[in-house]
């Protein structure tokens, strides 16, 4: 057994998570120990939305995160040849909504 085998750690995904769900819209809050993502899907033509998700983490493995997200992003565009010109936002808009997480 190679080192790099016995670093693998085998991870399972359960039956009821393995489709995933859908959401519309990320929100991140945090304090001094923690980050909260909800993943809420917003309703079309309401003004109601759920929180499908909710993941807590650590500052630390918020910034391995993003890392990786960066990365594949970076990929994502380089296979698919999307880039910053494909996001009608822009990098600090965000849509003019008024969030109430009860």
């Known amino acids: 057994m ?19 769900v859908y959401a519309n819209l990320g929100v991140a809050n945090f304090n001094h120990e923690e980050f909260v993502l909800d993943f809420i899907f917003l309703h079309p033509n309401t ?6 998700s909710r993941v807590v983490l650590h500052p630390d493995h918020v910034r391995r995160l993003v890392k ?6 970076e ?9 910053e010109s494909d996001n ?3 990098d600090d ?4 909504i008024t969030l109430n997480l009860n």
């Open 75 to 83: 990929n994502y565009d380089d296979q698919f040849h999307a880039g």
């Open 68 to 73: 990786m997200l960066q990365k594949n992003l």
């Open 2 to 20: 190679s080192a790099q085998d016995s670093d693998r750690i085998p991870i399972q995904c359960p039956a009821d998570l393995a489709n995933g």
């Open 93 to 96: 808009d965000f849509p003019p």
């Open 47 to 52: 003004k109601t939305g759920e929180v499908r």
């Open 88 to 90: 009608p936002l822009g």
